[in-house]
T-cell receptor, first 117, second 113 residues
């Protein structure tokens, strides 16, 4: 398996522009997570899906952020309009939960490094 | 107060020594705990998970869980320079939030030759 795939790997944009980050989870995984990591705030959960349905979006910072999962193999995180304070590394992770086994593990993608100027 | 707190670090140990990383958590509903390692510029990767009280050993790594004290630790024996990384402790929420990991802020470990 190729693991979790994210694109783009790097994104540089100007304030006010729309940014779309993409994620393909590991095949067969029914949970998908979007995280943001900064030096100041560490690794923060933004939103997660179970079977394509958003379960908890309490970490989404504001209405400028939105996430969708139209099918089991694709998810997007959109920022519109982007601001310099959105600059961070955004990780997508996927997992499948089977109690008491290794399959509780979340596998992270390589991340998208976003810089908003 | 963060739900998962790690000893702030950074932690520096000589090669061959034991590195001890500690974590406390506030959510008594948390079922399982995970230690992730993150090299600079890379994504987190799982090194250990534990869900029962006591110790769990995997090679040079030992995870310890004490649910009564709400305490999780990771010991790295015979530390190597390649162990230098940020170590993230995470708790898996129970109940209706099952599936959600809450991460600590991480501890930077440096193993010097």
């Amino acid at each position: 398996d190729a693991g979790v795939i994210q694109s783009p790997r790097h994104e540089v944009t100007e304030m006010g522009q729309e940014v779309t980050l993409r994620c393909k989870p590991i095949s067969g995984h029914d949970y998908l997570f979007w995280y943001r990591q900064t030096m100041m705030r560490g690794l923060e959960l933004l939103i997660y899906f179970n079977n394509n349905v958003p379960i908890d979006d309490s970490g989404m910072p504001e209405d400028r952020f939105s996430a969708k999962m139209p099918n089991a193999s694709f998810s997007t995180l959109k920022i519109q309009p982007s601001e310099p304070r959105d600059s961070a590394v955004y990780f997508c992770a996927s997992s499948t939960l089977a109690k008491r086994t290794l399959q509780e593990t979340q596998y992270f993608g390589p991340g998208t490094r976003l810089l908003v100027l | 107060q963060k739900e998962v707190e790690q000893n702030s670090g950074p932690l520096s140990v000589p090669e061959g020594a034991i590195a001890s990383l500690n974590c406390t958590y506030s959510d008594r509903g948390s079922q399982s705990f995970f230690w992730y390692r993150q090299y600079s510029g890379k994504s987190p990767e799982l090194i250990m998970f534990i869900y029962s009280n006591g110790d769990k050993e995997d090679g040079r790594f030992t995870a310890q869980l004490n649910k009564a004290s709400q305490y999780v630790s990771l010991l790295i024996r015979d530390s190597q320079p390649s162990d230098s990384a940020t170590y993230l402790c995470a708790g898996l929420a129970g109940g209706t939030s099952y599936g959600k990991l809450t991460f600590g802020q991480g501890t930077i470990l440096t193993v010097h030759p």
